[in-house]
Structures are given as C-alpha cells and as structure tokens.
C-alpha cells in the first residue's frame, strides 16, 4: 500500500549529539512536511518542501535542518538536541494544487534527548 | 505561528451522544481540514471544506464553515468508544507561500462506554 514510513519509531539521543530523523514515501506527492509535536499540543510546523524548493519557518531554529535528495525520502537533521527538542517527529506528504489537499501522515518518530 | 484553535480543549462523553468540536482562526483561508490522532500516532485525514462551502457530511461526521465568523465545527454523532481521540483542525491560509499547513491544539475527546 502506498504510505509515508518514518523510521525509527523511536530514537533516543544524547544531549549535544546530532541525530537523523528519516522519511520516505510512496505517493509520489510533491509537497513533503515535517512537524515537531510536544505532550498535549499541535503539531508545529518546521519546515516544508515543495518540490525541491526548501520552505523554513521563520521561528524553526537553525539547529534544525533538513534534506530532500529526491522525491520518495526526507531527513530532519537535528544538529546539536537540547532537552527541550524532545517531542514527536512528524514527517506528512500532500499534493498542491489550488491549494493544499489532504495531508497524509506517518506513524511518528518519538525522540527522547538524555 | 498557528492558525487554529480549537474549542473545547477536552470533551468527555457517553457512547451514542453526539460530540461538538469547534476551531477559530485568524486570517483567510483556502480550506480547513479536520484530523484525527490516536494516542502516540501520526494524524489521520477526515473531511476537507474549501472555503466556497458551508456545510459537508462523511458518514457519522459533519462539518461546518462560518468564513464571516473565521470558525468551524466538526460534529461526531451516535459517538463509539473507537472515537476517542485527539480532532485537530489544519488551515491553508490564502495568500501564504505555496505548501503552509498550521494546526490547532486540538480537543481530546473521549467516549465512555
């Protein structure tokens, strides 16, 4: 079935030591996006591409970087995790046409920063 | 920044009552989506409405679109233990960069059996 799978599940890091945050696609859609959710609150938007045409958010901070090397996969580099940069990785995929369609999700990464 | 917000922050209901989620939001939009999360799960889709429509239905769900008001409301009828969830709403603000999707903080509910 075609789906968004991000990997791993889970991922624990050390403080100050990067880690890489991975996602790939199988629907071919050109919009790719990557949320940051904490406990109990909404998935913060970190970033999107569209295409290959890389969107920040003004308030991500530079800590965070990411990579599209081709259409089916997307990485979120975290360069140097501070406690707080503990949360819930989100990696969507949507069309753009008019405007956004549906957004279609993977299962997560939970990253815990010891 | 985000767009929505929804309203209440958390619901509790018994199986077979009707539940009432509503989102506000600040500036124009394209179209506001309504999803869904199980607990430690990614979001799942549930209904679209584009801003030239007031009103759709998908099963037990119904959505409404206020634009004058800049609100939404996602009604669940004859609720199921299974809907207990977070329910997001998600807005395409009209006019931004191509792409932008922002969420509210999302309604818990949960359903008694």
């Known amino acids: 079935d075609a789906m968004v799978i991000q990997n791993p599940r889970y991922q624990v890091t050390q403080f100050g030591k990067p880690v890489t945050l991975s996602c790939s696609q199988t629907?071919?859609?050109?919009?790719m996006y990557w949320y940051q959710q904490k406990s109990s609150q909404a998935p913060k938007l970190l970033f999107h591409?569209?295409?290959?045409?890389?969107?920040n958010e003004a308030d991500t901070p530079d800590n965070f970087q990411s990579r599209r090397p081709n259409t089916s996969f997307c990485f979120l580099d975290i360069r140097s995790p501070g406690l707080g940069d503990a949360a819930m990785y989100l990696c969507a995929t949507s069309t753009y046409r008019q405007s956004n369609e549906k957004l279609f999700f993977g299962s997560g990464t939970q990253l815990s920063v010891l | 920044s985000q767009q929505g917000e929804e309203d209440p922050q958390a619901l509790s209901i018994q199986e077979g009552e009707n539940a009432t989620m509503n989102c506000s939001y600040k500036t124009s939009i394209n179209n506001l989506q309504w999803y869904r999360q199980n607990s430690g799960r990614g979001l799942v889709h549930l209904i679209l409405i584009r801003s030239n429509e007031r009103e759709k239905h998908s099963g037990r769900l119904r959505v409404t679109l206020d634009t004058s008001k800049k609100s939404s409301s996602l009604l669940i009828t004859a609720s199921r233990a299974a809907d207990t969830a977070s329910y997001f709403c998600?807005?395409?603000?009209?006019?931004?960069?191509?792409?932008?999707?922002?969420f509210g903080r999302g309604t818990q509910l949960t359903v008694w059996p």
């Open positions: 629907l071919n859609h050109n919009v």
């Open positions: 591409y569209y295409d290959k045409d890389f969107n």
């Open positions: 998600a807005t395409d603000t009209r006019g931004s960069t191509l792409g932008r999707l922002y």
